[in-house]
């Protein structure tokens, strides 16, 4: 049987991912050292190899393995449009579209006073920089529509006002495929506001 102190190390470490609890992380632990230990061995040296060479991109703040990432490198990207996301999953889910063609900033965070993150924690100064650049003709604010991702998106609405930059907001509403009577009221609420 494995030594008790590595299979404890194990299950702490996988129990730090999100959503995963102490059975959840039990229940891996035990698969991968019972049923699939190359798989363990892929997800060691995958993990050890992300860790050494993916960092942030220079300019979008997004997960890179290079300086400047390859959608800040596209010459084909339009330039005069940011759009602005919480984090680089976010990002990723606007680029699996396919509808979106400009450059990104990723904040790595939303505002939240309660845990102490403020402007300069999710780089608001390198947005607003990166904005009044002079190319940047339009901001648009794809954060979360949360609590935290609608403060962070007012926020960064205000800074720009003054920046001549025009600035939007992704916009919210009733699901493609949803019936009326089963959507929250909050969003038909939204959805009948911002109707166009």
Do not use: W
């Amino acid at each position: 049987m494995s030594d008790p102190h590595s299979l404890d190390a194990l299950i702490h470490a996988l129990r730090r991912l999100p959503g995963v609890g102490q059975r959840s992380a039990q229940r891996m632990a035990f698969h991968l050292l019972q049923h699939d230990r190359e798989g363990a061995q892929l997800l060691a040296g995958a993990l050890q190899q992300a860790v050494a060479q993916v960092r942030h991109c220079a300019r979008c703040h997004t997960f890179s393995e290079t300086e400047i990432c390859a959608l800040c490198s596209d010459p084909a990207r339009d330039a005069s449009r940011l759009c602005v996301v919480e984090t680089p999953a976010d990002q990723m889910a606007l680029e699996r579209t396919g509808a979106y063609k400009g450059l990104y900033h990723v904040l790595m965070g939303r505002l939240s006073p309660l845990d102490g993150i403020g402007p300069k924690d999710i780089g608001l100064p390198a947005l607003l920089a990166r904005a009044s650049d002079g190319t940047v003709r339009e901001v648009i604010i794809a954060t979360n529509f949360t609590g935290e991702g609608e403060a962070t998106a007012h926020v960064i609405a205000e800074a720009m006002k003054s920046r001549g930059v025009a600035v939007t907001r992704l916009a919210r509403g009733v699901p493609i495929g949803s019936e009326l009577e089963y959507v929250d009221l909050g969003t038909i609420a939204h959805a009948l506001a911002d109707r166009r």
